[in-house]
C-alpha cells in the first residue's frame, strides 16, 4: 500500500492546517488499521506526532498536545491531521505511515512563518 499525504503549505504562526492521508496501490481500510502521522523538519530526524488505534484512540507527542487532532473518516477511507495555533517549530514534512510501516511516501512540507 501506498500512504501519500497532501494539504501542506505556507501559514503563518497562529494558524491552522488539515493534512490529509489516502491509500492507494491496494485494497487498505485505514479504519482498520494503527495509523500515525509523522514529521521530519530539516536537520532533525523524523519524528512520531500523532496515532490513532483502530479503536479510535488517539496519542499525542507532548509538542503537539492540544493544537493537533487526529482523525479519520470511514466513508472516504482518508485520514487527518488538523492542526491548530501553529507554531514555526512545527516546520517540517509529514507524513502519514501504519503499523507495520509501509514505504514512506513523498510527504508534505509545512511552513509556519514567524
Known amino acids: 500500500v501506498q500512504l501519500q499525504a497532501s494539504g501542506g503549505g505556507l501559514v503563518h504562526a497562529g494558524g491552522s492546517l488539515r493534512l490529509s492521508c489516502t491509500a492507494s496501490g491496494t485494497i487498505f481500510n485505514i479504519n482498520d488499521n494503527f495509523m500515525q502521522w509523522y514529521r521530519q523538519a530539516p536537520g532533525k530526524e523524523r519524528e512520531l506526532v500523532a496515532s490513532l488505534s483502530s479503536r479510535g484512540t488517539p496519542i499525542y507527542a507532548d509538542s503537539v498536545k492540544g493544537r493537533f487532532t487526529i482523525s479519520r473518516d470511514k466513508a472516504t477511507n482518508m485520514l487527518y491531521l488538523q492542526m491548530d495555533s501553529l507554531k514555526p517549530e512545527d516546520t517540517a514534512v509529514y507524513y502519514c505511515?501504519?503499523?507495520?510501516?509501509?514505504?514512506w511516501g513523498q510527504g508534505t512540507l509545512v511552513t509556519v512563518s514567524s
Open positions: 505511515n501504519t503499523i507495520p510501516l509501509e514505504k
